[in-house]
Each structure stands twice: as structure tokens, then as C-alpha cells.
């Protein structure tokens, strides 16, 4: 089965490829390297999803904004792959930026909203490497930012 139809199977509604809003680009392919910049979470509404995991969002609602990321990563690949998802090879890398509280522990499965999303799309070509990270808080105020690295074919 192939990308896009990993998408319609799914039910999966790609958000619009949103342009730069600061002094650097969403894509730059370098060889067989697609570089995503990192996506901020926006919900379907194009709202952005703000707050601390750990105190005004929960853990599901954290992972529920990582998927929106992921989304956005997605989106960003195939403007990149002017549209043609099958010039992706494989995802290598995530890293994903949780703004949460000092004694939230539970970053990864906050994360795991953008690796299972980028899985359920890409299938085995969507395995990557990945790291999830704490931080105090993120552009705007949202509550995720998830960056991506893949290879072209």
C-alpha cells in the first residue's frame, strides 16, 4: 500500500503546508536529505494548541497535539515532494520539544502522538530514530513542536 493510501484508509486530513513565519524555511533537501523545520501544534480549526503538559493539558491532550505536528510534517514532505509522497524512502529522525512542568516525566509518550502518526502513514518506511525533550516553553506558546529528517529515493 502506498502513502496516500495510508492516508484516505486512515481517515487522515492533511492541514495546509503553512509558510515560514521567521527568518528560516520549512523544507531544504540536501542530497537525499529532506529537512522538515519543526512544526508547532495547530489543531484542525488552524487554532494553535497552547499550554504546559502537566498543568493546563494532559498527557492525552499532549499527544493529541504531537499528532497535529505530525500532520503539519507530513504536509510540509509532500509540498516539498511537489506532492508525490512516494519520493519519500524513509523517515529517519524525530525530535520532538514537549513545553511541560518541571516534574512532568512522561515527554516520550507525549511524542508518541508524532511517531504513531508518522508510522500509521508511512508504515515500515515511517521506523526513525527520535528524540523527545522537555522544555520550558516553546514559539507561541504551544504546548508541541516536533521536527523531522527524511531520506528521498
Known amino acids: ?5 495510508n492516508i484516505k484508509k486512515n481517515n487522515i486530513k492533511l492541514p495546509s503546508a503553512a509558510d515560514p513565519v521567521g527568518s528560516y524555511v520549512a523544507t531544504k533537501i540536501v542530497g537525499k536529505l529532506l529537512y522538515i ?15 504546559k503538559i502537566g498543568k493546563e493539558l494532559s498527557l492525552d491532550q499532549g499527544y493529541q497535539a504531537a499528532i497535529r505536528c505530525a500532520l503539519s510534517i507530513v504536509a510540509q514532505s509532500k509540498k516539498a ?6 519520493k519519500i524512502k524513509t523517515c529517519i529522525k524525530l525530535t520532538g520539544f514537549v513545553n511541560s512542568t518541571d516534574t512532568f516525566t512522561d515527554q516520550p509518550k507525549v511524542i ?8 500509521k502513514i508511512f508504515g515500515d518506511s515511517g521506523k526513525h530514530t527520535r528524540a523527545a525533550v522537555s522544555v520550558n516553553s516553546l514559539p507561541l506558546g504551544v504546548a508541541v513542536e516536533v521536527d523531522a529528517i527524511f531520506e528521498l529515493n
Open 112 to 119: 508518541n502522538g508524532a511517531s504513531d502518526t508518522i508510522s
Open 37 to 51: 523545520s519543526g512544526q508547532i501544534s495547530i489543531d484542525a480549526d488552524g487554532k494553535l494548541i497552547k499550554g
Open 81 to 86: 515532494t511537489n506532492g508525490d509522497l512516494s
Open 1 to 5: 500500500m502506498n502513502f496516500e493510501e
